[in-house]
């Protein structure tokens, strides 16, 4: 595989285009994390899919959003269905098991590399526990009205990508699960969606 000399040594680069079982998580990490245009853009993308199993079991042990950024580069369209469904699966699979994790928000985000958009990952989110649910619609309720963003210093580099979850706080029938909740964090959801509404 070539790639930036500067970043990457020739037995790097020998390993990323090589057996993914045998490349170090280092190596992974390292590669999830770089630009796109820092190798051939013809062996990008075959690179992802020969690593993306790799990246994702990253992922679900040590969660962090830009570990995923490359699939926005990755011609996604171009792999084979199959793939694709896989991915979407593997993804699905861990937010589901992650779903008491304080990092959820982080892995509801990576997942949503994969279309540019968060909106196909918030049925997943519907799927959750109520007490994610509470979790998740507390956390991104606070972060709009501290005046930002839940999407603010991710990777999420399209525009406006936290418009799908101010349209998802704001649905009667989140509002409503909410407001069945017997806990203490579903409570102040509802008051902050009340005041963002």
């Known amino acids: ?80 269905e199959d793939e694709r469904i896989a991915l979407r699966a593997a993804l699905t699979g861990i937010i589901v098991r992650s779903a008491d994790s304080a990092d959820l928000d982080e892995l509801v985000q990576a997942a949503a590399q994969m279309d540019e958009d968060l909106t196909p990952w918030l049925p997943v989110v519907d799927g959750l526990p109520d007490a994610a649910v509470a979790e998740l619609a507390h956390k991104w309720s606070y972060d709009f009205l501290s005046g930002g963003t839940p999407c603010d210093g991710g990777w999420l580099r399209w525009d406006d990508p936290a418009e799908p979850l101010r349209d998802w706080l704001l649905t009667p029938a989140l509002r409503d699960r909410l407001s069945g909740m017997d806990v203490e964090v579903a409570q102040y959801a509802v008051m902050q969606i009340d005041a963002l509404g």
């Open 1 to 80: 595989m070539k790639g930036c000399g500067l970043c990457w040594t020739s037995a790097e680069l020998e390993l990323l285009d090589g057996d993914p079982a045998l490349v170090p998580d280092p190596v992974v990490w390292q590669f999830a994390w770089e630009v796109e245009d820092h190798f051939e853009p013809d062996e990008y993308w075959l690179a992802w899919r020969r690593l993306a199993p790799r990246v994702l079991d990253l992922l679900e042990r040590d969660p962090d959003s830009r570990l995923t950024q490359g699939l926005t580069w990755a011609n996604l369209p171009a792999w084979p």
